[in-house]
């Protein structure tokens, strides 16, 4: 599996701009896809936003949060990045990056230790 680290998280306010980093502990060519997730007190962990590791680099979003979220990728420093801005309360969550890699049939999942972003009114 693959070892990824995330950083950036931090207190912010309403309105205000973060960007996530994840870095994985190789190529991101050896991966298909990865994503950010996030998980709320109290709530299941959902879906933020994807981007596969083809050339096309797709990308897809949570409605909640297009327009407001990017997501991109670093093929150099193997990092994908999350830039967040009008972050409303709502945000608040433990942001967990994930890698999805395809060998056959089978889905290996990697997440990391997650980074809590905190928005307040």
């Known amino acids: 599996q693959v070892q990824l680290v995330e950083s950036g998280g931090d207190l912010v306010q309403a309105g205000g701009s973060l960007r996530l980093s994840c870095a994985a502990s190789e190529s991101i060519f050896s991966i298909n896809a990865m994503g950010w997730y996030r998980q709320a007190p109290g709530k299941q962990r959902e879906l933020v936003a994807t981007?596969?590791?083809?050339?096309?680099?797709?990308?897809d979003y949570a409605d909640s949060v297009k327009g407001r979220f990017t997501i991109s990728r670093d093929n150099i420093k193997n990092t994908i990045n999350l830039e967040m801005s009008n972050l409303k309360p709502e945000d608040t969550a433990v942001y967990y990056c994930?890698?999805?890699?395809?060998?056959?049939?089978?889905?290996?999942?990697?997440w990391g230790q997650g980074t809590q972003v905190t928005v307040s009114s």
């Open positions: 994930n890698a999805v890699q395809i060998r056959g049939l089978k889905r290996y999942d990697s």
């Open positions: 981007i596969t590791i083809s050339s096309r680099g797709s990308t």
